[in-house]
């Protein structure tokens, strides 16, 4: 059964880098067909997603909501069938449980996001 | 592209009929997904493809409509089901509604 768990600091200080793994168990992120996720929810309820990785032939292609512009990096962890987010020069707005995920695309056919993992919250304050 | 769901919270009893509505500002052809979200908990799927039911999701849940007006129906609402309830798109990259809160009159 596929199973996603976020984990990192739940606190971040403004201008810092925000760091976040997401440990998947039942699939492989090498030999997956899927791309893996990140979607936050900010703490009036609105869903923003982050991001996305797809591991192709020995390379990680990324994708990334163009209004968090440059900020963002997302890797892959191939030993540890990780991937991970880094959302650098952080604000208050970058509060959130930030969730990882799986879909089969970015856009289009297959882009539903199913499973979730079960989300963690990061607060950004001094 | 923007998602504008309605109504953003509705009130309803046991056993009614409730529809949410989602529109899209551009044709998004069938791209169009939705989640159910309980409080505390990650968003689940319900629906993709603006109407194919997830593997388990009771029949009272449908979906329809494609381009930019969508429709997400629960036939008979049960006690479970007032929770909160999200659309997605993704004809370019994922965007979400703002969500509709079904609450219990």
């Known amino acids: 059964q596929l199973q996603l768990l976020e984990s990192g600091p739940g606190l971040v200080k403004p201008s810092e880098t925000l760091s976040l793994t997401c440990t998947v168990s039942g699939d492989s992120l090498t030999s997956s067909p899927y791309h893996w996720a990140w979607v936050r929810q900010s703490p009036g309820g609105g869903l923003e997603w982050v991001g996305s990785v797809h591991y192709s032939g020995y390379s990680a292609k990324t994708s990334h909501n163009p209004s968090l512009k440059s900020r963002v990096t997302i890797s892959v962890d191939t030993s540890k069938n990780q991937f991970s987010l880094r959302l650098a020069s952080v604000t208050a707005a970058d509060t959130a449980v930030y969730y990882c995920g799986r879909h089969f695309s970015v856009a289009g056919a297959g882009s539903e996001i199913d499973p979730w993992g079960q989300g963690i919250l990061v607060t950004v304050s001094p | 592209i923007q998602m504008t769901q309605s109504p953003s919270s509705v009130s309803a009893s046991v056993g009614d009929r409730v529809t949410i509505t989602c529109r899209a500002s551009?044709?998004?052809?069938?791209?169009l997904t939705w989640y159910q979200q309980r409080p505390g908990e990650a968003p689940n799927l319900l629906i993709y493809s603006a109407s194919i039911p997830r593997s388990g999701v009771p029949s009272r849940f449908s979906g329809s409509g494609s381009g930019t007006e969508f429709s997400l129906t629960i036939s008979s609402l049960q006690p479970e089901d007032f929770v909160t309830y999200y659309c997605q798109q993704a004809s370019t990259f994922p965007t979400f509604g703002q969500g509709t809160r079904l609450e219990i009159k």
């Open positions: 551009q044709n998004i052809n069938n791209w």
